[in-house]
């Protein structure tokens, strides 16, 4: 079983950053696949950012303003998110492919106030 522990949420004007961390902890082998996710009140959950060995990849709307990385010594990956706009507003979500399973973690919430 692995569990995945995020940080980093908070309140924060708009144009100011913050960094969230998600950690793994468990049985774990491989993590193939690191990301972030987001879920605003009353919409669907969506994709932010990616990161694999060698690639990333962001939804259009944080390109520029986001980075994911990943420490692999730490099983953690992070999100800098820079240049905060009202609209970045929901709960985060970190996600992981480890071995051949996939897992997320409970979600920290990002408010950026206009």
């Known amino acids: 079983q692995v569990q995945l522990v995020e940080s980093g949420g908070g309140l924060v004007q708009a144009g100011g950053s913050l960094r969230l961390s998600c950690a793994a902890a468990g049985s774990i082998s491989s993590i193939n696949r690191m990301a972030w996710y987001r879920q605003a009140p009353g919409k669907q959950r969506e994709f932010v950012a990616l990161?694999?060995?060698?690639?990333?990849n962001y939804r259009d709307s944080v390109k520029g303003r986001f980075t994911i990385s990943r420490d692999n010594a730490k099983n953690t990956v992070y999100l800098q998110m820079n240049s905060l706009k009202p609209e970045d507003t929901g709960v985060y979500y970190c996600n992981m492919f480890v071995g051949l399973n996939d897992y997320w973690g409970q979600g920290t919430q990002v408010t950026v106030s206009s």
């Open positions: 990161v694999t060995s060698g690639t990333t």
